[in-house]
Structure formats: structure tokens, C-alpha cells
């Protein structure tokens, strides 16, 4: 059974950093792309960073580009979201989700069938 947990979220003024960790279990981590999207209230979801099974290709949103990293380490079957010079437009429930089989990355949300539970992120102005 995979599972991906997500942790880090929490309240940060605008200007400010936090770092999202996903833990995933269940399969072989290494093999698969992962992603990170978020929800914000009253809004889909939307697609935020994407890293393939290798860590060396990523791709952001036009939104967080420059702002964001996007990071796996495969030998503790985990995948990271460094978020830098938080906005209040950020504020968001923070999803990482892992694609069934395959190692490329990928900014459709259906591309994605194991998703965590979800982080709260909240930027204050």
C-alpha cells in the first residue's frame, strides 16, 4: 500500500521560508515521478513543482519559478519543496503525489494516482 505523508506546513509572514518534506512508502520511491500541487479555499487544485526518478529534471509553475526548489532524495524516500519569498497568494493546502509508473515528470494533475493527505500553508501580509 504507498503512502506519502507530507509535513512542514505551518503559518509564516510574507517574505518568509518554510520547507515541505513528503515521505513515501509502500513501493520503490526511486522509480517514479513525484509532484507537489496545492488547493487553496474556493479554488482547484493547481499544479505547483515536478521532479523525475532521477532528481536531475525539474519543471515549476509559472507562478513559483525562481521561488521554489523542487527535491528528492531517493535513499530516504523522500521528496522536498523549498519555498522561498513566501506571498500571501501562496497560502494553500500543499499536496505531493507520485505517479503510478512512470519516472518522467509531469504537471497533469491526472498523470498522479497517490496523493498525500496535505499540509496547511498559511502567508501572512
Known amino acids: 500500500q504507498v503512502q506519502l505523508v507530507e509535513s512542514g506546513g505551518g503559518l509564516v509572514q510574507a517574505g518568509g521560508s518554510l520547507r515541505l518534506s513528503c515521505a513515501a512508502s509502500g513501493r520503490t520511491f526511486s522509480n517514479y515521478a513525484m509532484g507537489w500541487f496545492r488547493q487553496a479555499p474556493g479554488k482547484e487544485r493547481e499544479f505547483v513543482a515536478t521532479i523525475d526518478w532521477t532528481g536531475r529534471s525539474t519543471y515549476y509553475s509559472d507562478s513559483v519559478k525562481g521561488r521554489f526548489t523542487i527535491s528528492r532524495d531517493n535513499a530516504k524516500n523522500t521528496v522536498y519543496l523549498q519555498m522561498n519569498s513566501l506571498k500571501p497568494e501562496d497560502t494553500a493546502v500543499y499536496y505531493c503525489?507520485?505517479?503510478?509508473?512512470?519516472?518522467?515528470?509531469?504537471?497533469?494533475?491526472?498523470?498522479?494516482?497517490?496523493w498525500g493527505q496535505g499540509t496547511q500553508v498559511t502567508v501572512s501580509s
Open positions: 503525489a507520485s505517479r503510478r509508473s512512470s519516472g518522467t515528470y509531469s504537471s497533469f494533475l491526472s498523470d498522479y494516482v497517490y
